[in-house]
């Protein structure tokens, strides 16, 4: 439940340590306009290694688990500015400038496939937290999506859940997650935090570095910027009559949610705190560093499930909260995981053979199939109103997962 572990395998460590010393100088994004898609090349971080070079992977070509709803899945790429506001880590950079992927319900076969990531944010990420590395860019940038960019959408409306991913992780971290609520009839607006995120490619091909990774940080700051950001995606795509998103007639504006991952999880609380909008939360992993008040959240629902501490301990952030929370909720603990299980992290660790420190005891696609059955369960139950006994107790299906009192 904390945005390190000492107990996590060594490629989670180093994907979550700050940007080295060879990340590019700092580059404000171009203020275009607000829509624009993401599609120029990108330009990759300068630097030379400062340490050993990793192992080079395999050949084979890294694939995300199928989604497992009945519907295929589109994505778009928004660029969004918030002139009403400057960024809150580079003012010199002007509006706040968010690059957000959409997954929805669509139709097969009438898009492209779909890229992980840009290359210039595969780039930052492997140089940026493995110095000397030696694993080339397509490894990553070009891993097996499900996702057809441009694709024709289903007709219908459907619920909205932005997610925030973890502090220094791209968006692309969530991308299993994010096509399988797609899948199963969900909106999804997949956030980069800009300067908070390892990698975030703007329209003009330049890739930000995270700023944020080399200074000290006050936690609630960030959580609280987070959830600023949250608010202005849904903003603008529950805008009328001139919302950002071209299918934004998808989105049922009365069935909204959140979920993230690490920090993007501690940021779900002020968010729901703050926007009577969201009405859903699932915190993955992510200690609270803005805590659920004595008053509560306003009766919303909220998941939390992490992983198992050192020695049977629990996070205090989500011990003091636990009984703050008024509405429906759990606190679900996925035994044999670490901290970066509830993304897509350990997929690329055992596709590229990164070395860990201690091998988890939970298989990479388990830890992915868990976190999309639950968090799926969660906002079924909570956004569609369909009755999921999976989150009534323990199963024998899932002996990894306790349930909490």
């Known amino acids: 439940m904390s945005r390190l572990r000492t107990t996590a395998a060594a490629a989670a460590l180093l994907l979550a340590l700050p940007l080295s010393a060879a990340a590019p100088a700092l580059a404000a994004p171009s203020p275009t306009g607000s829509t624009a898609p993401v599609g120029a090349p990108t330009t990759a971080p300068a630097g030379a290694p400062t340490t050993a070079p990793t192992t080079a992977p395999t050949t084979s070509r890294i ?52 890229p992980y990531m840009t290359d210039g944010a595969a780039r930052a990420l492997l140089d940026g937290k493995l110095p000397g590395n030696t694993i080339p860019t397509a490894a990553e940038a070009d891993a097996r999506t499900w996702a057809e960019s441009g694709a024709r959408p289903q007709g219908g409306h459907y619920p909205l859940v932005v997610l925030s991913p973890g502090f220094t992780m791209p968006r692309a971290s969530l991308t299993s997650l994010a096509e399988d609520l797609a899948s199963r009839g969900y909106v999804i607006a997949l956030v980069d935090h800009t300067y908070e995120n390892t990698g975030t490619t703007f329209p003009d091909g330049r890739t930000l570095p995270c700023v944020m990774c080399g200074r000290p940080k006050e936690w609630p700051a960030v959580d609280e910027s987070r959830a600023k950001d949250v608010s202005f995606v849904v903003d603008r795509l529950t805008d009328h009559p001139h919302p950002a998103w071209r299918y934004a007639r998808l989105i049922d504006r009365d069935r909204i949610g959140m979920a993230g991952h690490s920090a993007g999880g501690a940021a779900t609380v002020p968010a729901l705190l703050t926007d009577d909008r969201i009405g859903a939360g699932v ?77 988890p005891a939970i298989a990479s696609g388990r830890a992915v199939q868990l976190t999309r059955k639950y968090v799926g369960a969660f906002f079924d139950l909570q956004l569609k109103g369909v009755a999921q006994p999976l989150l009534d107790g323990p199963t024998a299906a899932d002996p990894e997962v306790r349930f909490h009192s």
């Open 63 to 114: 694939q995300l688990p199928r989604p497992t709803g009945p519907y295929a899945v589109g994505q778009d790429v928004l660029h969004l500015v918030d002139q009403n506001r400057p960024d809150p880590w580079v003012p010199s950079a002007g509006p706040r400038q968010l690059m957000v992927s959409m997954y929805y319900p669509a139709h097969a076969g009438t898009g492209s496939p779909a």
């Open 283 to 359: 915190d993955l992993d992510g200690t609270m560093d803005v805590l659920v008040p004595d008053s509560g959240i306003g009766g919303k629902p909220f998941l939390m499930m992490g992983h198992p501490l050192d020695g049977g301990a629990e996070d205090s952030s989500w011990v003091r909260s636990w009984s703050n929370l008024d509405g429906w909720k759990r606190w679900l603990t996925v035994d044999g995981t670490n901290h970066a299980d509830f993304t897509d992290f350990p997929l690329f660790f055992d596709g590229l053979g990164i070395p860990q420190v201690a091998q």
